[in-house]
């Protein structure tokens, strides 16, 4: 059975969700303006509305389709580790790979509008070996503050790996 949102190549929804994970990739979510992204796809703003019934629910497909692609990353790049951490380093440097390097730095460093919790922050919270403890709000929290940093020139990748390497060091108690 095929998802409702996945678009037939070259038909309107597909040059929408072409030009909206454009959009919400350089913008966020509060910076795109419908009028714009629809005119960007030649289209009216009827048809973003009549294909999404809204702006969120238009977002929250890209939202949900870029988290997949960066939950695949991630879950190949934990696999290769028996150590909870070292898994949680090894999906979040994978992630951050592929989040910088296909500019959707703005759309995951901000917060999902509809607070839902996404499927990275659910990833992490399994992965997390000290249940009693919920180092993946931290981490996820550290996460994409990383991401946003590098979106906004602040910090290069590789201080953005240091970074998530200093995370996890354990100092011997």
């Keep these: 059975m095929m998802n409702e949102w996945i678009p037939i190549?070259?038909?309107n929804k597909d040059r929408l969700i072409t030009v909206a994970l454009e959009e919400f990739s350089k913008k966020g979510y509060k910076g795109v303006n419908i009028t714009e992204l629809a005119e960007k796809a030649n289209m009216t703003t009827g048809a973003v509305y009549h294909h999404f019934g809204?702006?969120?629910k238009l977002y929250e497909v890209i939202r949900t389709e870029i988290e997949q692609r960066i939950l695949d990353r991630m879950e190949g790049a934990a696999s290769?580790?028996?150590n909870p951490s070292e898994a949680m380093k090894a999906a979040m440097i994978s992630g951050m790979d592929f989040v910088t390097k296909n500019d959707f730095s703005h759309l995951?460093?901000?917060?999902?509008p509809s607070n839902r919790k996404d499927k990275i922050e659910r990833f992490l919270s399994d992965l997390n070996a000290i249940n009693d403890l919920p180092i993946e709000l931290v981490l996820i929290a550290s996460w994409r503050s990383i991401i946003k940093g590098?979106?906004?020139k602040q910090i290069t990748i590789k201080q953005g790996k240091d970074l998530i390497n200093?995370?996890?060091q354990k100092e011997s108690m």
């Design 54 to 56: 809204s702006k969120a």
């Design 80 to 82: 290769l580790f028996d």
């Design 108 to 112: 995951i460093s901000e917060p999902n």
């Design 150 to 152: 590098i979106a906004n």
């Design 166 to 168: 200093w995370l996890f």
């Design 9 to 11: 190549p070259g038909t």
